[in-house]
């Protein structure tokens, strides 16, 4: 199995604020990492694949970075709506898949 | 635009199997490039991949959960079902089934996940 640790678990953040989360597997994935964000009672909705590109749709003060084992998410200005907690997923295995266990991102 | 919906009962009891279904709408199950699956979301454990088939066969299990999952297909109807048998309080949780679709950029293809809205299954007596 890939593992997949994300930190922090939980973060405090002001609107406009520079955010960044971390993700790292157990093993090397190359760039087969996609991030999530889920909002409470939601589906997570997919956010970046590849491990920097955004799907279409997403704002671009969302990027993400990294490679091997070691990645970023970013958001540059955090808007009200970005208050949610985000998952990381190796697509390295495919179809078998693991998460990281999330991060939440809360209004300071 | 691909849809995706999950339905089944809500409550399950404990030692028994529970049954669910996906309806894709939007799109054709019998689409080579996608794998077909289920997620499920715990507090405790967080997401946890369940299983994922193609339309035509090649079904791959969570080795943790392999001897009480079956994951099918009904192409006739769009759809395809879990199967968990011999559940207990510990398979409470939201169900999500999604697709595995190809996503390209700069010449290289990864793939990343769409999702039904989830379900929830309490397992209770």
């Known amino acids: 199995d890939i593992q997949m640790t994300q930190s922090p678990s939980s973060l405090s953040a002001s609107v406009g604020d520079r955010v960044t989360i971390t993700c790292r597997a157990s093993?090397?994935?190359?760039?087969?990492l996609n991030w999530y964000q889920q909002k409470p009672g939601k589906a997570p909705k997919f956010l970046i694949y590849g491990a920097s590109n955004l799907q279409s749709g997403v704002p671009s003060r969302f990027s993400g970075s990294g490679s091997g084992t070691d990645f970023t998410l970013t958001i540059s200005s955090l808007q009200p709506e970005d208050f949610a907690t985000y998952y990381c997923q190796q697509s390295y295995r495919t179809p078998m898949y693991t998460f990281g266990q999330g991060t939440k991102v809360e209004i300071k | 635009q691909l849809q995706l919906q999950e339905s089944g009962p809500g409550l399950v009891k404990p030692s028994e199997t529970l049954s669910l279904t996906c309806t894709v709408s939007?799109?054709?199950?019998?689409?080579?490039?996608?794998?077909w699956g289920w997620i499920r979301q715990t507090p405790g454990k967080g997401l946890e991949w369940i299983g994922s088939?193609?339309?035509?066969?090649?079904?791959y299990y969570n080795p943790s959960l392999k001897s009480r999952v079956t994951i099918s297909v009904d192409t006739s109807k769009n759809q395809f079902s879990l199967k968990l048998s011999s559940v207990t309080a510990a398979d409470t949780a939201v169900y999500y089934c999604a697709r595995d679709g190809q996503y390209c950029s700069g010449g290289a293809c990864y793939s990343g996940l769409n999702w039904g809205q989830g379900t929830l299954v309490t397992v209770s007596s």
């Open positions: 088939t193609y339309y035509s066969g090649g079904i």
């Open positions: 939007g799109g054709s199950i019998r689409t080579s490039s996608y794998y």
């Open positions: 093993q090397s994935i190359s760039s087969s």
